[in-house]
């Protein structure tokens, strides 16, 4: 007998994999948190559901966001 997904354990592993994206580029962990709640309270915002594309769309999200702030760009 299988069970069930916990849609929440899959929503915290995609964010624990976005945050380990971030720190294998040499981001800190206490930066990567604040990118990844950034994400979230934007996405919060949106009002867009915690669905499969969530976190590649925050990844996108938080690619741009970082991309726009960085001098010289």
Do not use: F
């Not at 299988?2 to 994206?21: C, F, K, M, Y």
């Not at 990567?32 to 994400?39: F, K, L, P, Q, V």
């Amino acid at each position: 007998m299988s069970r069930r997904a916990d849609p929440e354990r899959i929503h915290q592993a995609r964010r624990a994999a976005t945050l380990n994206g971030l720190t294998d580029y040499g981001m800190s962990l206490e930066d990567a948190e604040r990118w990844c709640d950034a994400w979230e309270a934007e996405a919060a915002r949106l009002e867009l559901p915690k669905d499969k594309n969530y976190w590649t769309v925050g990844s996108a999200w938080i690619a741009e966001e970082r991309a726009a702030r960085r001098p010289g760009w």
